[in-house]
């Protein structure tokens, strides 16, 4: 494991990204119980509330809630600087971000405008200190090199999203007249294909090469990929809302091939790995930039073929790709990597020259990261699988869906336990 140029005595508590990685899984779980409780009805189009709810038990509460908990881990260890106040900041985001979702997503399911309002507020904190906490630390980096670089543009996507996605909240609360469908493609393309990427690229750039012995990412990836993108998803915007269509269909298919590109690179950089020893969490890898590589291929085929467009089954099936197969998988891998990582990080800071500390291997065995990992290629699976044929695989999605969340939990439970368990019986020693 190669981790230099990183500064993990300027990391925070473990106890502060640990929060979120511990309750992002169970949302894996509500999704479940929501798609069993609708059945196979939430599949028959994405403008239903049931899915509407869907979709942010998932992209709010388990890819928000891991990727802003890894921001107040990665900033201070990758960039060199440190969030402030991160116990608080951490309480002021996670509080409000897990009440604003569960509040969020009952507003859809019973169209009460009460609700909506309460998750304005809610949201609205958490993503607000973060925002402001993230955007304080980035910009006062030493040194801009491709992680500064993307986590920056990240912030950016992650501000365009939050601002849209609030604007559609408030007017489903207020009964403003807004164009609903332009909005809610502004903000699904910067949260799925902007602030999402752009910032799994950020952390690919430190943790790939760190934790899987592989080559570096290009510099020209490095330092192109994060303002290119942020370049062309600002012009596709102005675009969009200044009614150039034709315009704004060309730049978003080159939108689609630098997220191509991007999980191109990926992938050919396992195959450079310096370790043949097998990693079980390179599976998650694979599926995570395999489902980009098709969810970006199938998005600019509904760019050249407009009736293709307005199928809802391709909707849904580029939201399982991009949401699923891409962003949770990949999110899935990371935090089997960075969890036991930090346990024993910490565990070595604190008991040096006083005990062995267990390694990472002992904190999370690999048999159960191997076994949850075919559980969640097989959610995917059966998830596209339902949008096709939901009257027969609407149920075993969601079984999968529940049984693969819990198991991440499960697991990152018992890392947790482990730790803390560890912790005192040395510390009376």
């Known amino acids: 494991m190669n981790t230099a140029g990183l500064s993990f005595e300027q990391g925070p508590p473990f106890s502060v990204p640990l929060r979120f990685f511990l309750t992002a899984p ?10 069993s409780w609708e059945g196979p009805v939430i599949f028959a189009s994405r403008w239903l509330p049931s899915m509407l709810a869907l979709t942010h038990l998932l992209v709010l509460g388990f890819m928000a809630q891991t990727m802003l908990g890894a921001l107040l881990q990665i900033l201070p260890v990758a960039v060199g600087v440190s969030v402030p106040y991160p116990r608080l900041t951490a309480a002021l985001i996670h509080i409000p971000l897990t009440l604003g979702t569960l509040t969020l997503v009952g507003a859809f399911l019973f169209s009460e405008p009460v609700l909506f309002a309460h998750a304005v507020g809610l949201l609205g904190l958490g993503f607000g200190v973060a925002l402001i906490a993230f955007n304080i630390a980035v910009w ?3 040194v801009a090199g491709g992680t500064v670089i993307a986590l920056r543009c990240a912030l950016i996507a992650l501000l365009v999203t939050v601002l849209f996605g609030l604007l559609l909240a408030s007017g489903l609360s207020w009964g403003w007249s807004l164009p609903v469908v332009m909005i809610t493609e502004l903000h699904a393309v910067w949260g799925l294909a902007g602030w999402t990427p752009l910032l799994l690229a950020g952390v690919a750039y430190q943790v790939v090469p760190m934790f899987h012995i592989t080559p570096t990412y290009p510099t020209w990836l490095t330092r192109s990929f994060a303002p290119g993108m942020t370049g062309l998803f600002i012009a596709w915007t102005v675009l969009t809302l200044a009614g150039w269509p034709t315009v704004a269909m060309w730049v978003r298919i080159a939108l689609t091939f630098g997220l191509i590109v991007l999980a191109i690179v990926t992938l050919y950089l396992f195959t450079q790995r310096r370790r043949k020893i097998g990693d079980p969490t390179l599976g998650y890898w694979r599926i995570s930039m395999v489902s980009l590589f098709v969810g970006a291929g199938l998005w600019v085929l509904t760019q050249w073929l407009p009736a293709l467009a307005l199928a809802p089954q391709v909707e849904l099936l580029l939201g399982v790709l991009l949401i699923v197969g891409f962003a949770i998988a990949v999110i899935n891998g990371m935090l089997y990597k960075i969890v036991p990582f930090l346990a024993w990080f910490h565990l070595q800071a604190r008991f040096l020259g006083q005990a062995k500390v267990p390694n990472m291997k002992q ?3 690999d048999a159960p990261i191997q076994r949850q990992m075919w559980g969640f ?6 998830l596209l699988a339902a949008v096709i044929y939901p009257i027969i695989f609407t149920y075993p999605a969601a079984l999968a869906l529940g049984i693969t969340g819990a198991w991440l939990g499960v697991n990152m439970f018992n890392v947790a336990w482990f730790y803390r368990r560890w912790s005192r019986q040395n510390a009376l020693v």
């Not at 169970?26 to 999704?31: D, G, H, M, R, T």
């Open 26 to 35: 169970w949302f894996l779980v509500l999704a479940a119980v929501l798609i």
């Open 140 to 142: 006062r980096a030493p």
């Open 363 to 365: 904190l999370l065995p």
């Open 377 to 382: 290629l097989a959610t995917v699976v059966l």
